[in-house]
């Protein structure tokens, strides 16, 4: 009886130190399961600018709007007889006039 009692506590510490050492240790599958939310996140990111790309491709392959536009803004191009205007977004300054003196 006591020979069974010390092999079964014996297997019960070698089962428990490979539950928190072992290669499928409890830490180990923490660590897997954060991984694996990283590279989910990562794989979403990436499809959702894939679909953007394809979307892209396909307006390309379609028609020249795209191409025109892209044309206008990324390389500042226009069509023959027009004027090219830039606006800025802020107003300069004016510089405070002083104040007439009064006799």
Do not use: C
């Amino acid at each position: 009886m006591r020979v069974a009692t010390l092999i079964l506590l014996a297997l019960l510490a070698v089962v428990h130190a490979e539950l928190w050492f072992g290669k499928g240790s409890v830490p180990r599958v923490m660590t897997l399961r954060s991984d694996l939310e990283a590279q989910q996140k990562a794989n979403s990111m990436a499809e959702t600018r894939n679909q953007q790309l394809a979307a892209e491709v396909r307006d390309l392959e379609e028609g020249l709007e795209m191409v025109e536009e892209k044309a206008r803004t990324e390389l500042g191009m226009v069509k023959p007889d027009e004027i090219y205007v830039q606006m800025t977004s802020q107003l300069p300054q004016m510089s405070p006039q002083p104040a007439a003196s009064q006799p």
